[in-house]
C-alpha cells in the first residue's frame, strides 16, 4: 500500500539491466569483518524471473539464512581458535587438526558457500582415508629435509665406536634398524568412544 502522502516507498533491493540480462542486487547487511556493505547478487535474462529472486533474496534477509560475511573458512578457525577458551594442548590438538585436515580441503571456500554436501563429501574422504589421498599412490617421507630414502640405523653398543669396530661391525649380530621410506598405505582416522 502507498504511503498516504503521496511520496512512493523505497524498493528494498534492485533489478537492474545489464546488456542482455537483468542482475538482482539485495541488500544483506555489512560485513562483519571488512565493515563493507554486502549484496546478495544473481543475474538472469527472464525478467519475470529476476523479480522472483529478488523476493526469494529477501526473504532470505528477512529470516537471517544468509553468512553476513565473505570471509573463508580458515580465516573463520583461525579466529576461533585465538579465542577459543580450552587448555592450550586441546587448543594445539585442534590447530593441528585444522591445519592438516580442514584447511587443505575447504580453508578457500567462502563460509556463504560452505554446504553440508561438501562436509559430507571431506566426512566420506576422512572415512577411506585420513590423508585424502584419493586413492593415489605416493611416498610417506620421515622428513620434509632432503634425505636417503632407505638408511640402516646402527646400534653400536655403549660408548663411542672406535674406527675398528665400525670396520668389523656385524649389523645382524648388533641388531641393527633399516629406516625406510614407506609407501601410503590407506588408513582411517580412528574415533574415540565417548
Request: hydrophobic content about 30%; some cysteine; overall charge positive.
Amino acid at each position: 500500500m502507498p504511503p498516504k502522502n503521496g511520496t512512493k516507498r523505497r524498493q528494498r533491493g534492485f533489478i537492474r539491466r545489464r546488456g542482455g540480462s537483468y542482475q538482482v542486487l539485495v541488500y544483506a547487511g555489512t560485513d562483519p569483518l571488512t565493515g563493507k556493505d554486502s549484496y546478495l547478487t544473481a543475474s538472469t535474462k527472464d525478467e519475470r524471473e529476476a523479480e522472483r529472486i529478488r523476493t526469494r533474496f529477501l526473504a532470505q534477509v528477512d529470516e537471517q539464512r544468509q553468512a553476513a560475511t565473505k570471509a573463508k573458512l580458515g580465516y573463520v578457525l583461525d579466529e576461533w581458535l585465538k579465542v577459543h577458551d580450552v587448555e592450550e594442548t586441546t587448543r594445539d590438538n585442534y590447530r593441528w587438526y585444522v591445519e592438516r585436515v580442514i584447511r587443505p580441503a575447504l580453508g578457500d571456500v567462502p563460509i556463504k558457500k560452505l554446504t553440508a554436501r561438501s562436509l559430507e563429501e571431506l566426512y566420506a574422504q576422512l572415512r577411506h582415508c585420513r590423508d585424502r589421498c584419493d586413492g593415489k599412490p605416493y611416498v610417506e617421507h620421515r622428513s620434509e629435509e632432503p634425505h636417503e630414502c632407505r638408511a640402516v640405523r646402527h646400534r653400536w653398543g655403549t660408548g663411542r665406536p672406535s674406527a675398528r669396530a665400525r670396520e668389523i661391525h656385524d649389523c645382524a649380530k648388533a641388531r641393527c634398524v633399516t629406516v625406510e621410506c614407506k609407501q601410503h598405505a590407506c588408513s582411517r582416522w580412528q574415533r574415540v568412544a565417548p
